[in-house]
């Protein structure tokens, strides 16, 4: 059975994406970011292709909009209306369908790369859940080794609480998990800021 990743994104528009961001360095800006995040996101995990099914999980229009990404690619799955909660539930269901188990990444964290997916992987394979833990209280990636219902159920979203409110839900219905090493999302100025200083850069090259 081979795995199956999906892989979170939205299309690039100024004014749409990462509007965190761009009360720093503008809305222009800001997409350009993104979708160069887009690129390298799905470039460092073209490694894994051989082992896991690797599904663009789109947002901001139809499948067609991400054309110029189909090369780093196996199929394009349109991300439904709903939460993040919900989206993750649906796109989990579907995927687990096909057997093996599903991850989810998403594209605000460049720093995520195939040998993260493939520690991912070990980890679920005595273990019923996976969390690759974010510095601001979220997560960059979540996998499930099968289907575990109301997985997503009873997590504040998109808050400095989501991944404590996950972790205590697995706690609560028995489900074991994994951690793997914290990275950082890029949301703020200062997250970008940061982000630069850890490539060794100490201004925005753009």
């Known amino acids: 059975m081979t795995a199956t990743v999906l892989v979170f994104l939205k299309y690039p ?3 749409r994406v990462k509007t965190r961001l761009a009360t720093a360095i503008g809305p222009d800006r800001a997409a350009a970011l993104y979708r160069d995040w ?5 470039r460092a995990l073209q490694p894994a292709r051989s082992r896991v099914t690797l599904v663009g999980y789109h947002d901001g229009g139809p499948a067609e909009r991400f054309a110029g990404w189909s090369p780093l690619v196996d199929v394009w799955r349109p991300q439904p209306p709903g939460d993040l909660g919900d989206r993750l539930a649906a796109g989990f269901a579907d995927a ?3 057997g093996g188990p599903v991850l989810a990444v998403g594209t605000d964290c460049p720093e995520i790369d195939a040998r993260l997916i493939d520690r991912a992987l070990e980890l679920l394979l005595d273990r019923d859940a996976v969390f690759g833990p974010a510095t601001d209280g979220g997560y960059y990636l979540v996998g499930t080794a099968r289907h575990l219902p109301e997985f997503f159920d ?3 979203w998109s808050s400095p609480h989501t991944r404590s409110d996950h972790l205590a839900r697995c706690r609560e219905r028995g489900w074991s998990f994994g951690l793997l090493p914290e990275l950082a ?4 100025g200062d997250d970008w800021q940061a982000y630069l200083e850890r490539r060794g850069s100490s201004h925005d090259p753009g």
């Open 13 to 15: 528009e100024p004014g």
């Open 185 to 188: 999302d890029i949301d703020t």
């Open 154 to 156: 009873g997590v504040r």
């Open 96 to 98: 687990h369908v096909y």
């Open 38 to 42: 887009i690129g390298v996101v799905l």
